[in-house]
């Protein structure tokens, strides 16, 4: 049972106050629409979280920024819950607006997940290999989430390296979200691609292989 599951990953639980604490907080989750038993079964500890200190103040953030469908978000991000607004939450979100996000509710509602990255691990150095290698020029109005949610390591840098070996400009989502075979297909436009490729097959996606993490 997910109750039990739970338990057994947060046993500090047992010791929160069914009535002082873990009703009023589920209680609250379900008036948003959130599927509170899929937030146990993903987050339990979301139920641990203060209603006046945590979970109310990022609602109201989230829903300044524009963000709708809060049932559906925080039930498939409810580690949202837990990062802080002031220290987490609205520098991302300034982020992504100056990298030309705007405006930046809808996109948030469709892919909430760019929030739970980490700014300094991820975000940033992520478009900044972007950037770097003129696949992204900020502000971009196309950017989306789900590019910079892209793993950096493995799909987003051995992706450039082929493409500058290439001397392949590729677009944002070639190098960001596409699949392998859309990739290489863009990629074997050039008229270099087989001979580069049988040099690079242990750094590109087009390998069939994984790239070394």
Do not use: W
């Not at 739970?6 to 046993?11: F, G, I, Q, S, T």
């Not at 959130?34 to 937030?39: E, K, M, N, W």
């Not at 478009?127 to 290698?133: I, M, S, Y």
């Not at 196309?142 to 390591?153: Q, V």
């Amino acid at each position: 049972p997910a109750a039990v599951a739970a338990l057994v990953r947060y046993p500090q639980l047992l010791s929160v106050s069914v009535e002082a604490n873990l009703r009023p907080t589920a209680d609250y989750l379900r008036s948003l629409g959130v599927d509170v038993g899929r937030v146990v079964r993903s987050h339990a500890i979301t139920l641990d979280l203060s209603l006046e200190a945590n979970l109310k103040p990022t609602v109201s953030f989230l829903q300044r920024e524009g963000v709708e469908e809060l049932g559906r978000v925080l039930s498939s991000q409810p580690s949202l819950l837990s990062l802080s607004t002031q220290s987490s939450l609205a520098p991302k979100c300034d982020f992504l607006r100056s990298l030309g996000m705007a405006p930046l509710g809808p996109l948030l509602t469709q892919y909430p997940a760019v929030l739970t990255l980490s700014l300094e691990a991820n975000l940033r150095p992520t478009a900044l290999a972007l950037a770097e290698a003129g696949v992204l020029s900020p502000p971009d109005p196309t950017l989306r989430p789900r590019h910079l949610a892209a793993s950096l390591e493995r799909r987003i840098k051995p992706r450039l390296a082929l493409c500058a070996a290439l001397g392949v400009t590729p677009s944002l989502g070639a190098v960001t979200t596409a699949s392998d075979v859309h990739f290489c297909k863009q990629v074997r436009l050039s008229p270099r691609t087989d001979e580069v490729m049988n040099d690079l097959t242990n750094s590109s996606s087009c390998s069939g292989r994984p790239p070394a993490r």
